[in-house]
């Protein structure tokens, strides 16, 4: 599911859920490990842990599965993936037209080089937009 950018960065405004993140990308724990883990450092409770995990699960910053009675929880990188987007676009707002003026760049170009070739008479100019699949010496025989 797609969580916005403000939902990942609330979650992750919180120290205890930053450091139950940094467990979990460590390895999957169970929910009993994460609050044996946390309680180590912090008085907290095991319902305080389970709200944490909760606001990092629908943040999409984790993900639990089932492993019998036990709830077993992994980083999942799409919530750090939204957060990552977020911060790139912040960062550098032009980064999204590159690619798009990188390709207009490449076809200018071949442009330019078919022109050039065509005033000097090179007889690649006519093939220029030939693609390799249409080559002559291409096998067309079915494999």
Known sequence: MGQSPAQVFEALADPVRRDILELVAAAELSAGAI?????RYTRISQPGVSQHLKVLRDAGLVRMRAD?????????????????????????????FAQPLDALATEVARGKRTRRAAAHGAPEAQDANVRRDDHPNRDTRPA
């Open 35 to 39: 609050v044996t883990a946390v309680q």
């Open 68 to 96: 019998g009675t036990r709830r077993l929880y992994a980083l999942d990188r799409a919530g750090l993936e939204t957060a990552r987007a977020w911060l790139a676009e912040l960062a550098d707002p032009l980064a999204a």
